[in-house]
């Protein structure tokens, strides 16, 4: 899941002001970032390494540390200390625990296959970007519009007043996302629009996706900050 985890960073902030949207961002995407982490580092490499011939349907990697389940105990050790320190608050500590969760959650349903600890354990997801990639983007196609229904609807008792341009930005992130998912579901980039075998030196899988990442994120931080409040 992409879109989807960026949107229950907003309704952290939204829940819990202490915090700042920027960390919280960062917290719901924190196994994937790991997961680019750990593939630049030999540990989760992820194939195919041209970005034109990745599909969701066609993408392998082993996420052992990033994404199984094992690990996740770690990390939230690890993201309480973090959030407990950073805001001198045991609250943010524990939103960010519930953050990680939801992640790894979310993922269970609409994502790779994660396991116990290792390809050879016990199964711990659906893997539905392999089997049915489609189904998987709906899914967080439906989270996402829900989540967003619900971050407005809470804006808007709390009388926030944002302006329909900013309304659309923060939208437009998120179908931003799910677009990009649907182009990439099944057929490549080079299926789509005949692109010829070459090798630029950069047009690999994972920093196409760090900049997707890095993109939204980005966005986010931007839009979602400026707004009104009723006097």
């Known amino acids: 899941m992409l879109a989807g985890h960026f949107a229950t960073g907003l309704i952290a902030k939204q829940k819990f002001p202490k915090g700042t949207l920027l960390y919280f961002l960062i917290i719901s995407q924190l196994q994937d970032l790991l997961w680019f ?3 630049y580092l030999g540990l989760e490499p992820t194939e195919p390494s041209d970005a034109f011939d990745a599909t969701l349907s066609n993408m392998v990697v082993d996420m052992l540390y990033s994404h199984d389940l094992l690990p996740q105990l770690f990390w939230l050790v690890s993201v309480f200390v973090i959030g407990k320190l950073l805001f001198k608050s045991t609250q943010i500590g524990l939103v960010s625990m519930a953050l990680v969760s939801i992640h790894f959650v979310l ?3 609409s994502g790779h296959m994660h396991h116990l600890f290792g390809v050879d354990t016990m199964k711990a997801g659906l893997g539905l970007y392999a089997s049915s ?3 998987a983007i709906f899914i967080e196609a439906v989270f996402s519009v829900g989540t967003l229904w619900y971050f407005f609807r809470e804006e808007m008792k709390k009388g926030i007043i ?3 341009k900013n309304r659309v930005g923060i939208i437009f992130v998120f ?3 799910i677009i ?3 182009l990439i579901a099944t057929r490549s ?5 005949s692109i010829p075998e070459f090798d630029l030196g950069f047009n690999t899988n994972m920093p196409t996706l760090i900049i997707t990442y890095g993109a939204m994120l980005f ?3 931007y839009f979602v900050p400026k707004f009104k409040t009723k006097e």
């Open 180 to 182: 990009f998912m649907l």
């Open 37 to 39: 982490t750990f593939h």
């Open 219 to 221: 966005s986010l931080n």
């Open 107 to 109: 993922d269970f349903f």
């Open 189 to 193: 980039f080079r299926d789509l629009f």
């Open 162 to 164: 944002r302006t329909a």
């Open 175 to 177: 179908a931003y996302g």
């Open 133 to 135: 990639p489609y189904l």
